[in-house]
């Protein structure tokens, strides 16, 4: 009887020890490092878009310091930005487990780095037909109020509701939230050259300023393809600003006299001549999210007709406007 107490108390010290352990264990691993896979790799042994330190490299020290530098600011060069937006919420315990996790070796958890990478992968292979589902001849015939023998108020418009709850009526919830750069599938285009819609978060990349602007990281030319993300074109690194000269009183643009004031005439008709070309960005487009916005996870309030012309795969997902910037000019 003795000895089948000491068996049973020894079991009970065993599972406490156990649970000790599991739960010390869970502590120090609790924050996922999934999300830094797409850039650090899932060993973090990439150079984040080829501007980072390898981290797997680094002391465990040295990287708890990196993350408590880029929470309070005193951490980090052109891209930290990005960094910041990624450590806002950590507590120090958390970026301890971090640190921690990282230098264990065991990388990020198996099936996470396998989303993520499959997810990079499929951001390179192909893109997402935003109107697939919006323009089905279901749809499109189910929402035609032309062939309907009576059209209720509730059915004009895009909010669909009657006119007599204006307090009550709220516009359909939207929902921002995306995976992060290096993880997402690209949203096919609109209409030939029509500026792509982001499909990452942008969490940590706002504001965009002349200074710092941490979309260059991913989609300059020479690392995009590396990336799996969408380069910037060719348009974007031009200047099309007319030469513009005052000589000998009159408006002179591109050679062409356009007169002064009242008599101004249309530059709208001189073909671009001399388009000024630079290796780096032109300034006149530094601000990205100007013309390019995250796409949100909403359902499309009406079907859509719009069928764009000469949209083919390769323009889909590329831009070929520094070649058509003449067309329809006489």
């Avoid at 850039?39 to 080829?50: D, I, N, P, S």
């Avoid at 949203?187 to 260059?216: D, K, W």
Wanted: one cysteine or more; glycine letters at 8%; proline letters at 4%.
């Amino acid at each position: 009887m003795q000895n089948i107490l000491k068996e049973k108390k020894m079991k009970k010290v065993v599972k406490i020890v156990a649970l000790g352990t599991l739960l010390a264990s869970s502590s120090a691993y609790a924050v996922s490092t999934a999300a830094c896979a797409g850039c650090h790799g899932q060993y973090f042994e990439k150079v984040a878009m080829g501007k980072s330190k390898v981290v797997k490299d680094m002391s465990e020290a040295d990287i708890f310091m990196a993350l408590k530098g880029y929470k309070d600011g005193s951490y980090g060069g052109d891209m930290k930005s990005l960094m910041t937006g990624q450590v806002a919420n950590l507590s120090e315990d958390d970026m301890k487990s971090i640190a921690a996790s990282i230098k264990g070796g065991t990388g990020v958890t198996t099936d996470k780095a396998t989303e993520h990478a499959a997810a990079a992968a499929v951001a390179q292979a192909s893109v997402i037909d935003i109107n697939k589902d919006v323009s089905v001849p279901e749809r499109l015939n189910k929402e035609n109020l032309g062939n309907k023998k009576e059209v209720s108020e509730s059915t004009l418009g895009l909010r669909k509701a009657d006119l007599y709850t204006e307090d009550t009526v709220q516009p359909n919830a939207v929902d921002f939230d995306r995976p992060a750069p290096g993880s997402s599938t690209k949203f096919e285009r609109a209409y030939v050259n029509a500026p792509p819609m982001i499909p990452h978060s942008v969490e940590g990349l706002l504001p965009i300023t002349q200074n710092n602007n941490q979309c260059l990281g991913c989609h300059m030319p020479e690392s995009a393809k590396a990336m799996g993300a969408t380069p910037i074109p060719v348009s974007h690194f031009t200047n099309y600003r007319p030469t513009t000269q005052l000589k000998d009183g009159e408006l002179v643009k591109e050679g062409h006299k356009v007169g002064m004031n009242e008599e101004m005439g249309n530059t709208s008709d001189i073909v671009i001549a001399k388009a000024k070309k630079s290796e780096k960005l032109y300034q006149g487009r530094f601000n990205c999210s100007q013309c390019h916005a995250p796409q949100a996870k909403i359902d499309t309030a009406v079907g859509n007709t719009f069928q764009p012309d000469g949209l083919n795969d390769t323009l889909k997902s590329h831009s070929n406007l520094s070649d058509a910037m003449n067309e329809g000019v006489e």
